[in-house]
C-alpha cells in the first residue's frame, strides 16, 4: 500500500552506503557566493544614510552564528568578534561586527515572509539536485504539518495589570523533507486558524497529505485543502463535541470487531519504546452517508478511530485511549501513517528548537524580531539534518558546538552537500566503489571555479 513519502529516511541510508568523507575540503566558493546572495534578496527598509551594516551582512553573521551554537543576539555578536578575522574573508565588514542591539533591531523590521522564502528556496532547491543526483525517486505522497508552537519565555508582566501573552507562531512543515515551509507569527488577538487558511491557500498542495490538530479541523480549512488539490487527516476533539460524539458512537465494539474481519480496513502495530510497549489499532470506515452534514465538509471520504494501548513494563501500569480523525482518505495504512507522522512537527520541529536552539529561553518580545530569528534557526536545522550521516550522525546539539569549534572545515563539510558536483564526486571517488542501491546521476558539470578561502 501507498505510504507517505520519508525522504530523508532513504536519503540517509544512500549516504551512509556511499560511506562518503569529505577531507582537507574548503567551502565551495560558487556555493558559498550563491548562498550571499540569497540574502541580497531581502529588502533592507533602513535608510542608506544612516546604515553602517549591509543587510546581508547582518544576516549571513547570524546565519554562521546560529550554525556556531550562538542562542540569542548577545551570542551571535560574540561568534562575530570571536571569528572576525575569517570572517573579513567573505564580508566587507567597515564598520566591524554589529551589536546585539543592532542584530535584534535589524531583525525586527526585516520581511519574514521574504526571508522565509529566501531560506526555504535555499534548501528546497539543492533537496531538489539531491535527489536527481541520487536518483531517490518520491512519487509518493508529500505530509504537511500545520501546527501552533508557543515561546514560553517571551511573555511577562511589567507593572502592569494586564498580562503581556507569550509569542505565538504557526508552522506550515514539510515533514517529508523536513523543511518549515512557513513560520507565521500569531496576534494575541486572534488564533491561527484564518492564518493556516491564508497559508494553505498559497500552496500547491498537488499529491500531498495535510494533517492538523482539532482547532484546525475546520470546514473552511479543510476546503481550502482540497481546493489547492491536497488530501487531509484531521482531529477530532472537543471543539466540534457533537461530531466527535457521532463518530465515537459509530465505531462500537461489535463495529470494530466487523472492520477487523474485513481486513481491509484494520491497521495494527507494536512497538517498543522507553521502558513501555505501545499497540496502535486504527479502524477506518467509509461507511459514512448516515452523517448528516456530509456535505457540509468538502471531500470527506471516511473516518478513523485509533485505539492505543501502553503497558508500562516496570510498573505494570495499563493505560488506554481513543481518538478519532475524518479524512479524505481511504487507504487505512495511508492513514495511520499520516496520524502517527504528525508527531514529527514536535519531535523534529518545535522539541529541537526549544531543547538545541532554546527558543522558549528566548525573552524578545518582538514577535517580529524572535520570528525571524526562528527562521535562521530552522534553516540551520533542515541543514544539519542533511549533514548528520558525514559528521556520524552526531546530534544536531553535537553539530552546533563541532561548527563553533571548528568553524572552516565544517563549513565546508555541510556546503559541499549544497553543491552538486561535489556531492558527486565525492561519492564517486570514495573508497568502496560499489555502492549497492545507489545509482548516481552524473551532473552536467560547470567551468570549474577556485575554492573559497
Known sequence: MAKTNHFLIEYKQCIGKAKIDF??????????????????????????????????????IAFLAVLGN????????????????????????KNGIPSHDTFRKVFSIINHEQLQAATVIFISENLEKIKKSMRIKTTDKRHICVDGKESRGSGR???????????????????TNGICLYSEPIDSKTNEIPVAQKLLSCMDLSD????????????????????????????????????????????????????????????????????SIETRVFYLTTNIAWFQDLSLWKGLKSFICYDKKTVNLVTKKETFESRYYISSLTDPELCADSIRQHWGIEVKLHWQLD????????????????????IINKMVLSIFKLAQPVFGNASIRSLRKIFGWSLEESLAKILNFFSEEDLYLAIATAKDKKFPGIKMEKPEMEEPEEDFD
Not at 495589570?161 to 506550515?172: D, I, P
Not at 514577535?367 to 530569528?373: D, M
Open 23 to 60: 577531507k582537507n575540503v574548503k567551502p565551495p566558493k560558487k556555493t558559498m557566493h550563491r548562498l550571499l546572495r540569497l540574502f541580497e534578496s531581502v529588502d533592507d527598509p533602513r535608510l542608506k544614510a544612516r546604515t553602517d551594516y549591509p543587510l546581508e551582512e547582518i544576516i549571513v
Open 70 to 93: 550562538a542562542c540569542g543576539w548577545n551570542q551571535i555578536e560574540s561568534f562575530g568578534k570571536a571569528h572576525i578575522k575569517w570572517l573579513t574573508k567573505i564580508l566587507k565588514l
Open 157 to 175: 508582566k511589567s507593572n502592569t495589570s494586564e498580562e503581556v501573552k507569550n509569542l505565538r507562531t504557526l508552522h506550515v512543515f514539510d515533514e
Open 208 to 275: 500531498s497529505i495535510v494533517t492538523f490538530d482539532s482547532m484546525n479541523t475546520q470546514k473552511k480549512t479543510i476546503e481550502v485543502i482540497i481546493d489547492q488539490k491536497g488530501d487531509y487527516v484531521g482531529a477530532l476533539k472537543g471543539n466540534h463535541e457533537v461530531f466527535e460524539r457521532e463518530v465515537k458512537d459509530f465505531f462500537t465494539d461489535a463495529e470494530k470487531e466487523s472492520i477487523k474481519k474485513k481486513v481491509v480496513f484494520f491497521i495494527t502495530t507494536t512497538e517498543k519504546a522507553h521502558n
Open 355 to 374: 531543547k538545541n536552539f532554546l527558543e522558549d529561553q528566548n525573552t524578545t518580545m518582538d514577535k517580529f524580531a524572535s520570528n525571524n530569528l526562528s
